[in-house]
């Protein structure tokens, strides 16, 4: 592991923050389009929030990027992964999101991409 970094976002904080109009430039379309899928999308902004805020905690001393650089998407199966700027990374971003009705919390871990299965001593990158 290289660094890692932890956020967690209130609802209500979101809540308040969105009826404020220049908030939401910090997210981008597909998040906003993504959030608002959801009945309650104050959860999943302050999902996305808290992934954003704990990436750049885990990136902060060997990466400069704004919160508007970084993108949450989520795969198929709904695992979110960080998007950034290509010419940003040289290094294995992992993501994990949960969250209640009333708080969200991301966790982020950066490593080299060299990290290894301690059971069958296999290399997974």
């Given at each position: 592991m290289i660094s890692s970094?932890?956020?967690?976002v209130h609802v209500k904080q979101i809540e308040a923050l969105l009826?404020?109009?220049?908030?939401?430039?910090?997210?981008?379309?597909?998040e906003i389009e993504y959030c608002r899928r959801y009945k309650d999308m104050n959860i999943h902004f302050a999902s996305c929030?808290?992934?954003?805020?704990a990436f750049l905690k885990a990136t902060s001393h060997f990466?400069?990027?704004?919160?508007?650089?970084?993108?949450?998407?989520?795969?198929?199966?709904?695992?979110?992964f960080v998007k950034i700027p290509r010419n940003h990374h040289d290094f294995t971003i992992s993501l994990s999101i949960s969250h209640t009705k009333t708080i969200a919390v991301?966790?982020?871990?950066?490593?080299?991409?060299?990290?290894?299965?301690?059971?069958?001593?296999?290399?997974?990158?």
């Open positions: 970094g932890i956020e967690s009826k404020k109009r220049d908030f939401i430039r910090h997210f981008t379309p597909s929030l808290a992934a954003k805020l990466v400069k990027l704004d919160l508007n650089d970084i993108e949450i998407k989520h795969t198929h199966s709904g695992k979110p991301a966790l982020c871990v950066i490593t080299d991409g060299k990290h290894f299965s301690a059971r069958k001593g296999k290399r997974y990158s």
